[in-house]
C-alpha cells in the first residue's frame, strides 16, 4: 500500500528548485498541494515532474477567483515509487487582467485540451501551447463562459416559469439562479 | 463559421470567399478536386486510372463523423491521408457539451447530483460517486456514511461497470462487423437495467447518490431480482469469449492495432483498459480505496499487449470481477439506514411512492406537518436553500469503467459548488487517439476509438 505525498516531501524538492517562487505549501483534504507564482509555473511543473517522480499528467483545470485572478490548478500523479498511484495539486494565480501562465504541453502533451478548455472557458493564455483554438464551444462564441461574470444570457432573456410567487402579490418578479438585477447587465428591460 | 458561406452575394472580385482553396479555378471541377466515383476497389487501382494523374500519391483529407455510425458517438474524426495509410488525425469535439460545470454553479450541492448523472451516460453511477464523495470529503463526514449505503453504492456501481463494458463490447463489435456481439450485449444489458430501474426508478441519469449516503432503500424484492440477473449474465459471459477472443478476423481487426505504450498513457493522463492493457495494475478501488473497496475480495486485470486487443480482454474479465464484487454485496446487505444520522445534511431519504407517482415519506409528513413546527422549518430550509459546505477544495478520483473519473470541487462556504470540475476519462482518454491512429489505416482508427471507449457525454459535458 503507497501513502500520499506529505508536504515536506514537495518542499525538499520545489524550495530548492524554485526559491521565492514558491508561495506555499499545504494539504487540502488529505491532498498536497503547492501554490507557485505564475513566473515559475514551468520550472515548478517541470521539477515536480523530474524530482518527485510525478510523471504522470492527471488533469488541469481552471477557477476563478475573482479579484484574486485566476487559478490554474494540475494534478500530477507518481506512476510508481513509494507514492505509486498518489498525486499533488499544483496551482498557480495568473492576473485577472492579462491572465497569462506557460504552457505545459512540451512537458505533458495530454495537457492540450486542458489547455484548450481552460483557455475557452476561463480566457486564460497558455504561453507556447501549441494550437489555443476552442475545443467545446461552438465556433464564433463570445466570451468565457466558467468565468463568474458570465451571465447566462438565455435565462435572463427567457421568462423564467417555474419561479412565480404564490400569492400574486409580489411587486417584482422572482429571478432564476444567476441571472442579475434588471438593469446592471445587458440592455434596458432584460429580465422582464 | 462565417455566415457568408451561406449568403446569395453577387461574385465580386473583392470578395474573399470567392478564393477557392485551391486558387483562383475557373471551372467548378477544378475547385472541388478531382470527383471519383468509387464502388469498391482499392484506392491503388482507383488511383491508376488515369496515367496521367498523380492522384495516387495526393493527400486527401476525410471526413469522419460527428453522424457517422462508427465514431462511437457524436465525434468528428478529420484524417489526412496519404493512399490508405493515415498521416495526420484530429478530432472535432463539442458536440455535446451541455455546460454542466456552469449549471451547477447555480443549484445546491444536493442538487448537483442531478447534473453529473448525465456527463457519462453510460455510467451514471460513477458521476454521482465521484461528486457526493467530494462533498462528503468537504463536509468530513466520510466516515459517517451508513454500511447499507456503502454496500448499495458500490454494488450498483459494479452492476453499472459490467453494463457501461457491455456496451462498449455491443458498440465496438458492431463497428467492426461483429454484429452478433451488439445484440447480445445490449441484451444482458437490460437485465442490468432492469436492475437499476427496480431500485432508483431510472433506466439512466438515476439522480440516485447523495450527500449523505442514498436516496432511497432497496425496494422489496430487489436482491432476488440482482441475484437473479447477475446469475443469468454470468451464465452468458463466455459466449463473448467464444465468438471473440479466437474469431481470426475479430482478432485480425485488433491485435497490434491502436497500440499506446506506458510511456505514453504517462504523458498523456491515460487511465483505465488502455492503461492497464500496458501490464501497469493501476486501479483506484485498490491505490486510493473509497466506499470501502479494501475489504471486498477482486482482481485487477491487466494484459500486456498494449493494443486495442488487450483492452477487449480486460473489459471482459473486469465484468466477472465486477460480478463477483456485487455477490459479496448482496452477503453484506444488512438491514439499516442508507442516509447519515446527521439532519442538518440528510435529505429525506425513505420515500414511498405514492399513488400519484410522487415519492412521499408518510412518516416525514406527518413528522413535519402535524408534530414539530421547527422540523417543518428545518425540512423547508434544506431542500429549498441546502445545506452549507465549509470553504476549501478536494479532489476525489475513482475508478470508471473508462478510468480515472475525478471531481474538483470548490466551496466557498455557501449552498451552492463555487466550482465543480470534472476530469473526465474519456476526454482524457480521447487524447491518444491521434497516437493510435496515425501511421495506420482507416480500419484501424475505427478500432482503435472502439478500444477507447469515449463517451461524448462525457468528454464534452
Redesign the interface.
Known sequence: M?APFEEAVLRAVLEPALGEGLLEVGT????AYADIAPHRWHDAVGAARDGLGL?????L?G??ELEEGLRV?V?LLA?DGAH???GV?LRTLADRSAPQVPSLVDL???A???EREAHE?FGIDFAGHPGLR???????FDGH??RKD?V?ASRVARPWPGEHEPSGRSRRRNLP??VPEPGTWGAGEAGS | ?SSSMYDARPAGADDPFEQTPLGDAADEGASEGRVFTVSGSDWDVVGSSDPDSHIGEERIVVNMGPQHPSTHGVLRLILEMEGETVTETRLG??YL?T?I??NA???NWTQGVTFVTRMDYLAPFFNEAAYVLGVE??LGISDQIPERANVIRVMLMELNRVSSHLVCLATGGMELGALTVMTIGFRERELILDIFEAVTGLRMNHAYFRPGGVAQDLPSGATELIRRNVDLVRSRLHEYEDLCNENYIFKKRTVGVGYLD?TGC?????TGPILRATG?P?D?RK??PYCGYETYDFDVATWDTSDAYGRFRIRLEEMKQSLRIVDQCLERLAPGPVMVEDKKIAWPAQLALGGDGLGNSLDHIRHIMGESMEALIHHFKLVTEGFRVPP????TAIESPRG?L?C?L?SDGGTRP??V?F?DPS??NL?SAPAMTEGGQVADVIAAVASIDPVMGGV??
Do not use: C, N
Not at chain 1, 476552442?134 to 464564433?140: A, H, I, M, S, V
Not at chain 2, 476549501?392 to 479532489?395: A, D, F, I, N
Open positions: 503507497s487540502a483534504t488529505g491532498t510523471a504522470w499528467f492527471d488533469w483545470a477557477v476563478d490548478v494534478s506512476p505509486r498511484g498518489h495539486l505533458f502533451a495530454g492540450a485540451w486542458h472557458m476552442p475545443l467545446l464551444l461552438p465556433d464564433g463562459p466558467l458570465f447566462l439562479p444567476g | 463559421m469535439i463539442g457539451h455546460g460545470e456552469k454553479e447555480y443549484r470529503r468537504l506506458l504517462m504523458a498523456l493522463g491515460i501497469l493501476h483506484l491505490s486510493q476549501g477544495q478536494v479532489y480515472e475525478g474538483h470548490v463555487y466550482r470540475h476530469r476526454f482524457t487524447q464534452d459535458r
